[in-house]
């Protein structure tokens, strides 16, 4: 009996980090050793499973603390149009999580994240992961909670562009080799606007209750028929982006080229992000084929610099 009481609390605690979004966070660092792997032959599987191991056990505890702060801000409370990609993993709503709970659990994912980063740490002895480690610990958690509350202030997406693009694909990169390069900038930028469009399409179903506690995402601050531009854009952008490093890096031939294999996706996407599907409850077409993108595109460059890897040592 107590065996099977043990099992399910740590069930509870695993699904309240939202599993399924954990690719989120272990994206950008396969992008960032594949290129690594690409480019120079450098590979330490100890080091990428440590570093997949810290980032998504961070990426867990900020998933359960946003639960938390959003619970305290009454946002997850007020929002009557909730789905399976935004309105929060509502453990705290539905009576199986205290609040108490929550942000216990939040703080054991967080403290085990931090405490295999130390040994990624102690291993490289770089400072620059370190500052790294910290960026992401500090962003994760104040991503909702206060006084600074990033997602609430009208910066949350370029945060977030940051913590799961950016800088996790240079960090996955200096990991593996000790160095920089400027090959690394345009497929983590890519990563980042992928994960910036999950965001962002997310924060549609959810600006009712946003507006209604103050939450400013760019859906509150430019409303609908802006942000559908803006979406619409951004992801038109990535592509561009994709084509450009093909042309200036032979090494992001393959994986610009795989990246450019998903156009299908980018115009079911952007057919589904419609003012009048978005501004409808209950209807995330938009949601799901946006998060489909992002695992698939990063997915593609990941296999690009691979193959581009494979063909370097044939050559």
């Known amino acids: 009996m107590r065996s099977n009481t043990l099992y399910s609390k740590l069930l509870i605690i695993f699904l309240a980090s939202r599993p399924k979004f954990l690719t989120a966070s272990a994206a950008p660092i396969l992008v960032g050793t594949a290129i690594a792997y690409a480019t120079t032959g450098h590979f330490n599987p100890i080091l990428f499973i440590l570093a997949m191991i810290s980032i998504m056990a961070l990426h867990s505890g900020a998933n359960v603390a946003n ?60 400072l620059f992961i370190l500052v790294l480690g910290i960026a992401g610990l500090l962003g994760g958690f104040f991503y909702t909670a206060s006084p600074v509350r990033f997602g609430y202030r009208g910066i949350g997406e370029l945060v977030i562009m940051l913590q799961f693009g950016l800088l996790p694909v240079s960090g996955a990169y200096y990991l593996q080799t000790q160095t920089f390069d400027t090959i690394v900038f345009l497929p983590a930028v890519i990563v980042g606007i992928l994960i910036f469009l999950v965001i962002f399409i997310n924060e549609f179903p959810d600006a009712k209750a946003d507006a209604a506690v103050n939450k400013k995402t760019l859906v509150v601050c430019f409303g609908i028929g802006i942000s559908v531009w803006i979406y619409r854009l951004t992801i038109s952008a990535s592509y561009i982006l994709a084509a450009a490093a093909i042309l200036l890096y032979h090494q992001m031939f393959f994986a610009g080229l795989f990246y450019l294999f ?54």
């Open 67 to 126: 639960d938390y702060f959003d619970h305290t801000s009454k946002n997850d409370w007020v929002n009557q149009n909730t789905t399976p990609f935004s309105g929060g993993r509502r453990f705290i709503q539905q009576g199986i999580l205290s609040p108490k709970a929550t942000l216990l659990t939040s703080f054991l994912f967080l403290a085990f994240g931090s405490a295999v980063g130390i040994v990624i740490v102690l291993l490289t002895q770089s």
């Open 262 to 315: 998903t156009l299908p996706l980018m115009v079911i996407s952007i057919k589904f992000a419609n003012k009048k599907d978005l501004a409808t409850p209950g209807v995330y077409k938009a949601n799901a084929m946006t998060v489909l993108l992002h695992a698939t595109g990063c997915l593609a460059l990941t296999l690009g610099f691979i193959v581009s890897a494979f063909r370097n040592s044939i050559l």
